[in-house]
C-alpha cells in the first residue's frame, strides 16, 4: 500500500468499503423491528434513513477512492501549518499576578449566580457536580494512569451515606459530608487493596465489575436502601442550621430568610447549593494541586512512566496506587454527599455504568491529568446537551465516538496536561544551558 | 577480611524447560567491587533480576547483610540498600532529571498526606534537604546545568550517569550496574571508571557490576566471576580470572 | 429418585445451555486477546447487532410466507453472520488498528467508546424498549414422575447444545488444520516475529475479529430465540459475563474459553436456583475479581513472565 504514488485511485478498497458500509447499515438502520400483538414485525425504515445510507456510502465510496491525494493533501497542510497543542498561557512564573486572576475568577463564579435565572444555577451546580467527579476520577485515571471503570460506585457509596445516616440516624449534611467521603475513601483503599497488583487492563475490568456489584447490592437490599425505589426526602444541606424551606422542619429553627428578615424565595437554596459545590470544587481544586508538588505526585508519574524502575528505587507500588484510588475515592465520596442533598432523592439508577462512562469521557476529553481540561470538559458534557435538545438523544452516541477519535488524534485530550515542574533554583543553569545544546553532540561524535 | 555483605548460594532460575541460572554462588564484601562477565545470553541479567526481587529464584538462597532476601519484593530489597540501574536505561523520561532524583528519594521523604496539604515546616524542611541531596549528586555526575531539562533529551552517556546518581540519592550499601559501560565512548568510560571508584571510596558503597568492557572490568574489580551459560566458570581476582584456561578458552581467548 | 435431584439437574441443563452461548462469545473474547493482547470491549455489543439481524430475517421471512423453521434457521444464521463479521472487521479496522502500538489503555479506552457507541446506534436505530418474538421452537422432553417437579429438556436447549457443538468443532478443525489457523496460532505466540516470517499479520488480525464475531452472532442468534426478547442493552452484560468465562478459563486459551464459560453458566443457574435471581450477576462478577486475585492466568491458561 505504502508504493503507491499520491495520485493513484483506489478503486477496489473503495468499492471494498462502500459494500462494507451497506451490509452494517441495511440490516440495522435501513429497517425498524418492532412487536405488535406478540408478533415480531419488521419494516423499511423511513425514506430519510435510506436517503442517509446513500450518503453515507458515496461519501465512503469517495473518501477511500481518493483517499492518496487527500492524505498527500493532508500531510502538506500539517507541514505547513503544524498544530501545536493547545496549552494555556502559564502563569508559574508570576505569582502575583496568578494569584490576582485567580481571586478575580472565584469573585466572579460566586457573584454571577445572582444574576442570573434559577434554571442557570442549577445547570451550573451539576457541572459542579461533574467537574469534582471528573477532577477525582482524574487523580486515578489522569494521574495515576489506573483506568477506574466503576468509579461511580464510590459516588452511590457518597450519596447513600447521607441518604441512609440521615434517615436512620438524623446525622445532618454537614457531619456527613466529612463521612461521606472517608465511607467512599474506606472502600476505595479496601477493594483496591487487593486489585491494585494486577495490569492495568484488568483492573479496569475488575473495577468495573465492582461498580456493577455495590449498583446491584443497593438494588436488592430492599429493606435498608429501599431497592430500586430509592430514598428520598433526604435533607438540604442547611447554613449554620439555617434551613433554606419556607418553614423551618423543626421546632425552634428560624429559616434562612426569616433569620435575616428578607422576603422567601427559592433562588436562595439554587444559589445556596451553586456556591457550596463551588467551595467544593476549590477545595478539591486545592488538594490536588498540593497533591501534584508532594512525593506522592511525583511517585504517581513516575509509576506511570515506569514501575520497574520504581521498584528498583524502593517506591512500593501498590501502596503508591492506593493511595491515588483511595483520595479519587474520597472525591467521588463527597460529589455523591452533595449530589443527595441536592437532589432529595436517589436511586440505584443514578448509578449505572454509563454514568462511569461519562465521567471517564469527561477525563478523555479534557486530556488525562489536566485539571483545567477537564473542568472545561465537564462543562461542556452538562451544558451543552442543555442547549440543544435534540442534542440530548444522541448524547451517548456522541461521547462513544468522541472517546475512540480521541485515542486516535489526540490521546492527551483537549487540555494535555501540564505539570508544575520543581525548579533547581541556584546555579544560574539557564545561561549555561544553551550552549551546552551545541557543545553536547560534539563532544559525542568523538 | 571485612564483612560480607551480599551472598547467593545455589542460585537457580528456571523458565519453564530453561535453566537460566544453575547453581550460581556469588559473594560480596563490604567497600567491594565485583564484576560479573560472561558472553551475552550468560544469565548474567537473569542473576541480577534475582538479587534485586524481580524474579523470584527457583532455587537457592541469598542472604544480604544477614538477611534472607530471595523472597522479598523487589522494593523491599531496595528499601534494605540494594538498587541497580538496568541494561537498557530506565529514567523516567518525561520528568525532568531533578525529579528523577527527587522521585528516588521517596522513601526518605515526609510522605505524610496532611503534612504536605498544609505545607507544614517538617515537610518544607524534608523537601528542602531532598533538593540539596539532589543537588549534590548531580554536581558529582556533571549534570547540574541540565537539572531542568526533560530526563528523555539528555545524551546517551548523560542519562547513564543520571541512572547511577538516581541509585546513589537512595543512600544504597549496594550499588548494582547493569553493563554502564555499553554505548560509551573511551573518555566517558575513563569518566565512569572514576565515577565508580569515587563512589566506593567517599560514599561507602560496594558495587556489583555486569560489563563486557574487559579494559573497565580488569582495572577497576577486586574480583570477577565469570559466568558461562548459566553456570560459574570461573572467579577470583582480575589476575587470576585472565590467566584461567577455562576463561582462555571460552571467553577471552577467542577475542 | 428424590425430587432435589430434579431440581438439580434442571439448574444444571439451564446453566450448560446458558453456559454454552457464553463459551460462543468468550471465544471472540480469548482469540482477540491472545493475539494483540487487548480487551475488545466491545464485543457484547457485536453480539447484541447479532441477535438484532438475526430478529430482522426471522420478522422478515416470516412475512414473506416462508414457514419452515430450517429455512428460517438457516438463513438467520447466514445472514447473521456475514453482517456481524462485517461489524468485527470494521471495528477492529476504525477503532483499533490505528491504535496498534500504543498503550493498552488507550486501546481499552478506545474500545470502550466503541461499545458505548454501538450500543446507542442500535437505540437510536431500533429504538430502546425490549423487542419480543414468540418462540420459534417449542416443546421438549420431560422427565420425571407427573406429580412431583419435573426435569425438562426444551427442544431449543437441545438446538443450542448442538449448535454450540458443531460450531466449536468446525472451529478447533479450523485453527489446527487450516494454513490461515496455523498462522493464527503463530501470531499468538509472538505476533512481532510472525510478522518477520512474512505472513500478513494484519489479515490474520482481521480474521480473528471475524471469527470472534462470526461466533458472538451464532450466540445472538441462539440466545435471542431462548430468552424471545431482546434490546440495545443486552450486550454489555453478556460482554462482561463472557469476558469473566474467558478469564476464568484462562485468557487467550480458546478451550478454557469453552471450559469457563460453561462453569459460569452452571454457576450462575445454581445461584439463581438457590438462591435468588438478584444474586446471579453479583456472584458472576465476584467470581470475576476472585479468579483475578488469585490466579489471574485462569485455570487453563499460562503465566504470564513479566520482562524487566
Known amino acids: 500500500m505504502n508504493s503507491q504514488s499520491s495520485t493513484t485511485l483506489r478503486w477496489f478498497p473503495a468499492f471494498m468499503a462502500t459494500g462494507a458500509l451497506l451490509l452494517l447499515a441495511v440490516l440495522m438502520l ?40 487527500i492524505s498527500a493533501f493532508w500531510q502538506g497542510a500539517k507541514k505547513h501549518n503544524p498544530l501545536s ?22 469573585a466572579g463564579l460566586m457573584v454571577w449566580p445572582f444574576f442570573v435565572s434559577r434554571g442557570a444555577v442549577d445547570l451550573a451546580t451539576l457541572a459542579l457536580i461533574y467537574v469534582m467527579l471528573g477532577l477525582g476520577l482524574n487523580v486515578v485515571v489522569g494521574l495515576a494512569g489506573l483506568l477506574d471503570l466503576g468509579y461511580v460506585g464510590f459516588y452511590a457509596v457518597g450519596a447513600y451515606s447521607y441518604a441512609l445516616l440521615s434517615q436512620y440516624f438524623g446525622l445532618d449534611f454537614w457531619s456527613c459530608l ?30 468495573l465489575g465492582f461498580g456493577e456489584i455495590i449498583r446491584i447490592l443497593l438494588n436488592n437490599l430492599t429493606s435498608i436502601t429501599g431497592g430500586p425505589n430509592g430514598i428520598s426526602q433526604i435533607p438540604k444541606p442547611t447554613l449554620f442550621g439555617l434551613e433554606f424551606s419556607r418553614r423551618a422542619k423543626e421546632d425552634g429553627n428560624v429559616p434562612f430568610h426569616e433569620f435575616f428578615g428578607i ?3 427559592s433562588g436562595y437554596k439554587v444559589i445556596f447549593l451553586y456556591i457550596l459545590a463551588l467551595l467544593l470544587v476549590l477545595l478539591t481544586l486545592y488538594i490536588i494541586n498540593r497533591l501534584l508538588r508532594m512525593p506522592i505526585g511525583r511517585a504517581w508519574e513516575a509509576l506511570r512512566e515506569d514501575d520497574i524502575a520504581c521498584r528498583s528505587l524502593g517506591l512500593n507500588p501498590t501502596a503508591i496506587k492506593l493511595s491515588a484510588f483511595t483520595i479519587g475515592a ?13 437532589q432529595g432523592f436517589i436511586s440505584p439508577e443514578s448509578f449505572t455504568f454509563i454514568e462511569s462512562a461519562i465521567i471517564l469521557a469527561i477525563v478523555v476529553l479534557g486530556g488525562m491529568g489536566s485539571q483545567m481540561g477537564v473542568i472545561l470538559a465537564a462543562v461542556i458534557m452538562t451544558v451543552l446537551p442543555e442547549f440543544a435538545r435534540e442534542f440530548q438523544e444522541y448524547r451517548m452516541l456522541m461521547f462513544g465516538l468522541m472517546m475512540v477519535l480521541m485515542m486516535m488524534w489526540r490521546p492527551e485530550g483537549l487540555m494535555p496536561m501540564k505539570r508544575p515542574h520543581l ?11 544553551d550552549a551546552s545544546v551545541n557543545r553536547q553532540p560534539i563532544a559525542e561524535s568523538v | 577480611m571485612s564483612q560480607c555483605l551480599l551472598e547467593a548460594s545455589d542460585l537457580s532460575m528456571r523458565f519453564g524447560g530453561l535453566l537460566a541460572v544453575d547453581q550460581m554462588a556469588l559473594k560480596v564484601r563490604k567497600g567491594e567491587i565485583v564484576s560479573m562477565i560472561g558472553p551475552n545470553g550468560a544469565g548474567k541479567t537473569t542473576v541480577f533480576n534475582c538479587l534485586t526481587g524481580f524474579y523470584k529464584p527457583t532455587g537457592g538462597k541469598i542472604i544480604f547483610q544477614g538477611r534472607a532476601v530471595e523472597k522479598l519484593p523487589g522494593f523491599t530489597i531496595a528499601r534494605l540498600g540494594v538498587v541497580r540501574t538496568f541494561q537498557n536505561v530506565r529514567l523516567f523520561k518525561a520528568m525532568t532529571v531533578l525529579e528523577n532524583l527527587l522521585v528516588a528519594q521517596h522513601r526518605h521523604l515526609n510522605t505524610g498526606l496532611l503534612a504536605g496539604l498544609f505545607k507544614t515546616p517538617s515537610f518544607r524542611k524534608s523537601e528542602a534537604e531532598a533538593m540539596e541531596r539532589a543537588a549534590y549528586w548531580l554536581d558529582k555526575v556533571g549534570l547540574t546545568e ?21 541509585c546513589m540519592v537512595t543512600d544504597p550499601q549496594l550499588l548494582m550496574l547493569d553493563e554502564p559501560a555499553a554505548g560509551l565512548n573511551p573518555n566517558e568510560t575513563r569518566e565512569l571508571d572514576k565515577l565508580i571508584s569515587d563512589l566506593r571510596k567517599n560514599h561507602g558503597v560496594s558495587v556489583l557490576l555486569i560489563e563486557h568492557d574487559m579494559k573497565l572490568v580488569m582495572e577497576i574489580s577486586d574480583r570477577i566471576y565469570v559466568i558461562n551459560q548459566g553456570r560459574p566458570l570461573a572467579s577470583g581476582t582480575p589476575e587470576a580470572v585472565r590467566s584461567h584456561p577455562e576463561v582462555i578458552k571460552a571467553y577471552l581467548g577467542e577475542s | 429418585m428424590p425430587e432435589s435431584a430434579y431440581y438439580f439437574i434442571q439448574q444444571l441443563l439451564n446453566g450448560l445451555t446458558v453456559g454454552s452461548t457464553y463459551a460462543l462469545i468468550a471465544i471472540g473474547y480469548t482469540m482477540v486477546y491472545g493475539i494483540i493482547g487487548m480487551i475488545n470491549f466491545a464485543h457484547g455489543e457485536i453480539y447484541m447487532i447479532g441477535s438484532y439481524v438475526a430478529f430482522a430475517v426471522l420478522a422478515g421471512l416470516a412475512l414473506m410466507g416462508v414457514d419452515s423453521i430450517a429455512l428460517m434457521l438457516a438463513a438467520a444464521f447466514i445472514i447473521s453472520i456475514i453482517i456481524t463479521s462485517t461489524y468485527g472487521f470494521a471495528v477492529e479496522r476504525v477503532a483499533y488498528r490505528p491504535l496498534r502500538n500504543s498503550n493498552r489503555l488507550i486501546a481499552l479506552i478506545s474500545a470502550i467508546g466503541m461499545s458505548i457507541f454501538l450500543q446507542n446506534y442500535v437505540r437510536i436505530a431500533q429504538g430502546s424498549r425490549d423487542i419480543a418474538m414468540p418462540s420459534l421452537i417449542t416443546g421438549g422432553w420431560t422427565f420425571g414422575p407427573a406429580d412431583e417437579f419435573n426435569v425438562t429438556l426444551s427442544y431449543m436447549q437441545v438446538v443450542i447444545f448442538i449448535i454450540t457443538f458443531i460450531t466449536m468443532t468446525l472451529l478447533t478443525l479450523f485453527i489446527s488444520k487450516s494454513r490461515m489457523g496455523r498462522a493464527c496460532r503463530a501470531c499468538a505466540e509472538d505476533l512481532g516475529m510472525t510478522r518477520l516470517l512474512g505472513i500478513n499479520t494484519n489479515q490474520v488480525i482481521s480474521l480473528t475479529f471475524i471469527i470472534g464475531a462470526a461466533l458472538a452472532a451464532v450466540a445472538g442468534v441462539l440466545l435471542g430465540l431462548y430468552y424471545g426478547v431482546i434490546n440495545p442493552y443486552i450486550g454489555f452484560l453478556a460482554g462482561l459475563k463472557a469476558f469473566t468465562a474467558a478469564v476464568l478459563g484462562g485468557i487467550g486459551s480458546i478451550p478454557g474459553a469453552v471450559l469457563g464459560g460453561l462453569i459460569l453458566g452452571v454457576t450462575e443457574a445454581f445461584t439463581a436456583g438457590y438462591f435468588s435471581s438478584e444474586y446471579k450477576d453479583v456472584v458472576a462478577f465476584s467470581l470475576l475479581v476472585l479468579i483475578l486475585l488469585f490466579r489471574p492466568s485462569g485455570i487453563l491458561g499460562k503465566p504470564e513472565v513479566e520482562k524487566v
Open chain 1, 30 to 69: 435501513g429497517v425498524q423491528l418492532s412487536t405488535e400483538n406478540t408478533e415480531l414485525v419488521v419494516y423499511f425504515a423511513a425514506s430519510e434513513r435510506w436517503h442517509l445510507i446513500l450518503a453515507g456510502a458515496v461519501l465512503v465510496f469517495l473518501v477511500q477512492l481518493f483517499r492518496n491525494p
Open chain 1, 85 to 106: 497543542p493547545f496549552q494555556l498561557p502559564s502563569l508559574d512564573d508570576n505569582k502575583p499576578l496568578k494569584r490576582l486572576l485567580i481571586s478575580f475568577v472565584v
Open chain 1, 330 to 342: 474520597a472525591f467521588a465520596g463527597f460529589a455523591g454527599t452533595f449530589f443527595a442533598a441536592r
Open chain 2, 146 to 166: 541540565f537539572a531542568n531539562r526533560e530526563a528523555g533529551n539528555l545524551a546517551y552517556g548523560q542519562q547513564r550517569r543520571l541512572e547511577i546518581a538516581r
Open chain 1, 423 to 433: 525548579k533547581l533554583k541556584d546555579h544560574q543553569s539557564d545561561k549555561k544551558d
Open chain 1, 263 to 265: 422576603d422567601y424565595s
Open chain 1, 178 to 207: 466529612l463521612i461521606g467521603g472517608v465511607m467512599a475513601a474506606i472502600f476505595g483503599f479496601i477493594l483496591g487493596f487487593p486489585v491494585l497488583r494486577l495490569r492495568g487492563d484488568y483492573l479496569a475490568i475488575v473495577t
